[in-house]
């Protein structure tokens, strides 16, 4: 099925650091979703973008809708502990009938 | 209280045996969806329900058979489990028109031996 490229696969940072992800494809996105998921947890939903060149943030997390429609990026500022997790992006298509294309997750790891 | 609650949240079962994932939801939602997660592969869509009269199977649908017994209710069956089955299970949720967002629940962790 369709995949979405999801980059880097882990990072590692220092507490205080800003990082940066993306999730690309070949296909166009009408919709790009952001979730976390905590060890032993499911997904939750951070930022959901619907239109192109969109950028929306919550708290200290900003996601952008790319103005190709083809990728999205996730930018987290002055990293704290608790932002370990594995952040996941999903995509919706036209004529996808409510189906998400997800990404195969960034393991952020956040060193004290 | 959580809006999408599963039962159980750890379950280990024998080869062949017959097992029930349950799903339930306050969020007053009418579409409900089953995805496994396992390492490496991302989260996969096994069945997706749109109403209490509405089934569709997802990517990896084979193995699996799935009932909405209710608007807030969907469970997922493996109906002769197999080591292959041995996954993360998530039920999600979403509204019926105009967003796309899921809201997921804790997780089922089924380890078949």
């Known amino acids: 099925g369709q995949q979405l490229n999801q980059s880097p696969q882990s990072m590692f940072i220092q507490e205080g650091e800003d990082v940066s992800m993306n999730c690309t494809s070949s296909s166009i996105f009408n919709t790009w979703l952001w979730y976390k998921q905590d060890p032993g947890e499911g997904p939750v939903l951070l930022i959901a973008l619907y239109k192109a060149g969109e950028l929306t943030s919550n708290g200290r997390l900003t996601a952008q809708f790319g103005t190709t429609r083809k990728d999205s990026f996730l930018n987290i500022s002055a990293s704290i502990p608790s932002d370990v997790g594995i952040y996941f992006c999903a995509g919706q298509r036209g004529g996808s009938n409510y189906k998400l294309t997800f990404g195969k997750g960034t393991l952020l790891t956040v060193n004290p | ?113």
């Open chain 2, 1 to 113: 209280d959580a809006d999408v609650t599963q039962t159980p949240r750890n379950r280990i079962t024998k080869t062949g045996k017959r097992i029930m994932l349950e799903c339930s939801q306050t969020k007053g939602h009418d579409r409900m969806y089953w995805y496994r997660q396992d390492p490496g592969l991302g989260l996969r869509l096994i069945y997706y329900s749109f109403d209490v009269k509405d089934i569709n199977k997802g990517e990896i649908s084979d193995g699996y058979s799935v009932s909405r017994q209710a608007q807030a209710k969907f469970s997922l069956s493996l109906e002769s489990a197999i080591p292959n089955q041995t996954a993360l299970y998530f039920c999600a949720t979403s509204t019926a028109g105009g967003s796309y967002e899921q809201y997921f629940g804790p997780g089922t962790r089924l380890t078949v031996t």
